[in-house]
């Protein structure tokens, strides 16, 4: 062979092997995000029908593809229901390589509330075990591992580990003891803590109209607004990445009189008047903000 020729013989070799690989690891990317969505979907099909009623106004999927959320991720859900809504999604979505994080609110906000009992109150001297137990019931083979702890008391172990922290519907009751202890400015040092460099930050949270008074949308009626949480999550250190609109209704539109919960699931102030459950039934659940941001590298 011509010498002149055997460098470029070698080269175009290698660039062709290259290329080759290259185009192996995105086959293999497409095909594992496939599979990835493939299973997402098998999941959310095989939910309790009670469960997949709610899907038109929770989007599962549509989110937890905007927040970034893959299988073998470790994701911290702040504030899970006793019911697991979400948590029976991502236990299983996560993979055995994954692992899922409950964390509760701070035990000495609990007291604040004014519905508290006694006895309501001394559960959550047990939350952290109890709903470790209970996550581990929902649990199978296939499933994330499981650990949990309550905002102002994180394990040194998970600073830092952590690929995702959510707050679905969960940021409200923070923020309306803001002022009588620092909660909501606590949690999210908590979860800037648990974030790996670069990690996501998801929320989905009741949102207020933005001409809504600051008095009213505190948190204390559910709704917050969308610039209220954006500037909290930037002075925590988060950079903002992106909303979407898959959560909003356009049909509710709170007045200052107003709270949440007098929308679906709850209808806390219409379970005696049959009318007017039926008009709330109309309008659907609450109008919420969708939201990604970001632990600065």
Not at 110 to 117: G, I, L, Q, S
Not at 227 to 233: A, D, E, L
Not at 252 to 259: A, F, N, Q
Request: charged share 25%; proline share 5%; glycine share 6%.
């Amino acid at each position: 062979m011509n010498k002149s020729i055997l460098p470029l013989a070698i080269a175009t070799t290698l660039l062709f092997t290259a290329y080759n690989v290259q185009s192996h690891d995105a086959h293999t990317k497409k095909q594992s995000a496939q599979h990835s969505a493939q299973s997402l979907s098998m999941i959310l099909d095989s939910r309790p029908t009670k469960a997949k009623a709610r899907y038109d106004a929770r989007h599962p999927a549509q989110t937890m593809e905007f927040f970034g959320i893959n299988p073998g991720m470790t994701v911290v859900e702040a504030f899970p229901s006793n019911g697991g809504w979400y948590s029976k999604i991502l236990l299983p979505y996560l993979g055995k390589q994954g692992m899922l994080i409950g964390v509760n609110y701070a035990f000495d906000m609990w007291a604040k509330f004014d519905w508290m009992t006694e006895k309501r109150l001394s559960k959550n001297k047990t939350w952290v075990k109890d709903w470790t137990s209970r996550a581990l019931e929902w649990h199978n083979d296939n499933s994330a591992k499981v650990s949990a702890f309550q905002f102002g008391s994180m394990p040194k172990e998970i600073n830092g580990s952590a690929d995702a922290v959510v707050f679905i519907r969960a940021l409200h009751n923070l923020a309306v003891f803001e002022n009588d202890g620092g909660y909501l400015t606590a949690a999210l040092k908590d979860a800037y803590q648990a974030l790996k460099p670069g990690g996501i930050v998801g929320i989905v949270q009741h949102m207020a109209p933005e001409t809504a008074s600051d008095e009213w949308a505190n948190g204390d009626k559910g709704y917050l607004k969308k610039s209220f949480v954006i500037s909290k999550m930037e002075a925590a250190g988060f950079e903002y990445m992106d909303s979407s609109d898959i959560n909003i209704n356009p049909k509710d539109k709170p007045s200052e009189s107003d709270g949440v919960w007098r929308l679906p699931p709850s209808f806390a102030t219409s379970k005696d008047k049959p009318e007017l459950k039926k008009e709330y039934i109309a309008v659907g659940e609450s109008t919420r903000m969708t939201l990604r941001f970001r632990k600065k590298k």
